[in-house]
């Protein structure tokens, strides 16, 4: 990641309008591993972007490849 550009933590409204699912989907999906753990800041629940991004075009990616979103891809 370049410094030029600081990182933005994004509530779980911002991470839900990004990513289209549930609250509780999402916290699902974090439980099994399979989304970005938020950090706490008070509390407040906060996501760091450029992990949320990459966890989005890893799903992108995964779906290219036949790939179900949610799904741990084989390594």
Do not use: F
Not at 7 to 14: C, D, F, G, V
């Amino acid at each position: 990641m370049s410094n030029d550009i600081p990182e933005r933590l994004l509530p779980m409204r911002a991470v839900r309008d990004q990513v289209a699912l549930h609250p509780a989907t999402i916290y699902g999906m974090i439980k099994a591993g399979e989304c970005p753990m938020p950090i706490k800041v008070g509390r407040r629940s906060l996501w760091i972007e450029s992990k949320v991004q990459a966890w989005i075009q890893a799903r992108i990616a995964d779906s290219r490849m036949g790939q179900g979103m949610g799904q741990k891809s084989a390594a």
